[in-house]
């Protein structure tokens, strides 16, 4: 029920701050969004949308560091990690 | 699909399993609040990867599984006896009310329509002036900011005909129920991440400190969720009782300030009855009584008739991580999903639905 889905936002729509509202792409599939949560979204960042409305920004330098520190806790326990793993598609 | 693929990376799963192992020497019972956790966790098979002393029990984080019968019966009675348009999330239309479900009211003649957000519901209600629409706004946090959007939308477009039936829940007080219960085994939490990502993390340190339960905030990937069982393991292995953030790229710990505004200006907190575990003060959001035009208990003047307990059905125990399904005399007999005798069986995130559906072939074992 929590369910919330990535998706990159194409085209913002709309400026009044309770109608906000964002074209989003979840892999091809387009739904229109509402920003009222995520004012600070603009065209190209991914939002975590859940029933309709963004409810954050995914931040990429977190994203990152999570497996930088996942690589660090491999390292830590003598598993290899490659840099193969820290994928970003 | 990006921040997904990655997070279901095969190798660093079993990596990260492997990092659980090597870290683990005692025997740890850790709660995930989280439907879709506990969907994840049963679909991907995360459990059968841990250590034998790491035992991985299912909340209640299933807003569907914990709405009381008589909420249903109130939504039945808005569709057949009200004659309202009553949308709602798909998985509410099968749970069991005290007598029907909402799938049985439509074929009774009832408008009972499924929609994808509440903000379509708004939509339905502008497209039908001349009648009620009444949308059943369940969920947990995560989901509040939308319901209270749809009244705002509704408020702002002067969308009359269109109020909320709520049933709406909170997770810490449920997490304090849960710890304080004379039976409990839960040693540490793996906390709802999406539930974080509007409200943050700062009601969690008191819960923490005061019950001496390591609480970490996960996502619901399989990389996700490993990474916070070994965070919650070392804590408990290392004898530590804190807040940490596995999430961090979808929760700050403030939360969203934004959505909790919204929440705020449409709902204030109020005592909740849930669904197998009985009545928690201050676990729910209510429509504050100056929008009580949009609410549906009020403007309908709904009557509430305490139902009795679900007969066979075990569900309260197995939320509060006292019971598995598998423990249940009906599980996979007399309760399946087509005939369900509870919600846990309903949902797609209820326990009881997702070992139906990827664990109903095993043997059970102790």
């Not at chain 1, 194409?10 to 739904?31: E, H, M, N, T, Y």
């Not at chain 1, 960042?45 to 330098?61: N, P």
């Amino acid at each position: 029920m929590c369910l919330a889905v990535p998706g990159k936002v194409i085209q913002i729509v709309g400026d009044d701050p309770v109608l906000r509202s964002a074209r989003v792409s979840f892999a091809g599939v387009v739904k229109l969004i509402s920003l009222a949560c995520v004012p600070e979204a603009g065209v190209g960042d991914y939002v975590l949308v859940h029933v309709g409305m963004a409810i954050s920004k995914v931040d990429q330098q977190e994203a990152e560091e999570t497996f930088k520190y996942l690589k660090q806790l491999g390292e830590l326990d003598g598993i290899e990690l490659s840099d193969g793993d820290n994928t970003s598609s | 699909m990006k921040y997904v693929d990655e997070y279901r990376d095969a190798a660093l799963v079993h990596r990260l399993a492997a990092a659980i192992a090597g870290i683990t020497t005692k025997s740890w019972t850790i709660m995930e609040i989280c439907g879709g956790q506990t969907h994840a966790i049963v679909k991907f098979g995360l459990d059968e990867l841990l250590p034998k002393g790491i035992t991985l029990v299912h909340g209640p984080g299933c807003p569907v599984c914990v709405t009381p019968a008589e909420i249903i019966d109130q939504a039945v009675e808005l569709a057949l006896a009200r004659k309202v348009i009553l949308c709602s999330f798909g998985d509410m239309l099968r749970v069991p009310g005290s007598g029907i479900d909402l799938l049985t009211a439509k074929a009774r003649g009832g408008d009972v329509r499924m929609v994808y957000s509440p903000l379509d519901a708004v939509t339905v209600a502008k497209e039908n002036p001349t009648r009620e629409v009444v949308f059943f706004a369940v969920g947990f946090e995560t989901t509040a900011p939308a319901n209270a959007m749809s009244v705002q939308r509704a408020q702002r477009e002067g969308v009359a005909n269109y109020s909320i039936l709520t049933s709406h829940v909170l997770v810490p007080p449920a997490m304090r129920a849960l710890l304080a219960a004379p039976d409990n085994q839960v040693q540490g939490f793996l906390a709802a991440g999406h539930v974080c990502t509007i409200m943050g993390t700062v009601e969690y340190a008191p819960i923490a400190r005061e019950f001496g339960a390591p609480i970490v905030v996960t996502g619901f990937e399989p990389v996700d969720i490993l990474e916070g069982v070994f965070r919650c393991v070392k804590q408990l292995e290392e004898g530590r009782a804190e807040v940490e953030n596995a999430y961090a790229r979808a929760v700050r710990p403030e939360g969203n300030i934004h959505a909790q505004r919204i929440v705020e200006a449409v709902f204030e907190v109020a005592d909740r009855k849930w669904r197998g575990i009985g009545m928690i003060p201050q676990s729910g959001f209510e429509v504050r009584p100056e929008l009580a035009a949009f609410d549906a208990t009020k403007r309908f003047q709904l009557s509430c008739m305490e139902s009795v307990g679900d007969g066979l059905c075990i569900s309260g125990e197995i939320m509060r991580g006292v019971k598995k399904p598998r423990d249940c005399p009906a599980f996979g007999t007399a309760c399946t999903p087509d005939h369900p005798k509870g919600a846990p069986m309903v949902s797609n995130e209820g326990a009881c639905a997702a070992y139906f559906r990827y664990r109903s072939r095993e043997t059970s074992v102790a």
